[in-house]
């Protein structure tokens, strides 16, 4: 996070080592479907943290082994305000599952999802074949 200097205003950075296919769709769209998180929840978190006066002046995601042009993907205050409410939305329905002890799988991470670096793939129910067939079918 990173205060402006007119001691009003922050921006939330994110950096990731590589943009994979799943960045494709934009940050607005991914933090509407709730499939990108963490730059819309520091906004949220910073905007309580500081309290009033302090307003959300964008965010991004920086990826450090991309191109020049494709290094930045933004989110300006004006694309936060329109998918704040479905965000919150889906953030309020996977905190309810995980109170809940429901921890929904996705068999299909990509060739750079969490799977592919997740020490703990032989028992992830991932790895179960009936899992892996249940999930696909949500």
Known sequence: MDAGEDGATFRVSDYKTRRSGRWRKGLERLASDGEAHQVPFYAELAGRALGDGWDFAGGELLFLESDDEDRLMDLSPEQWAKVRPSFMR???????????????????DGDHGHCSWCGFSTLCRKSHAPSRSRAAKI
């Open 90 to 108: 889906s953030l309020t329905e996977k905190v309810e599952a995980i109170a809940g002890g429901r921890f929904p799988i996705h068999p299909d």
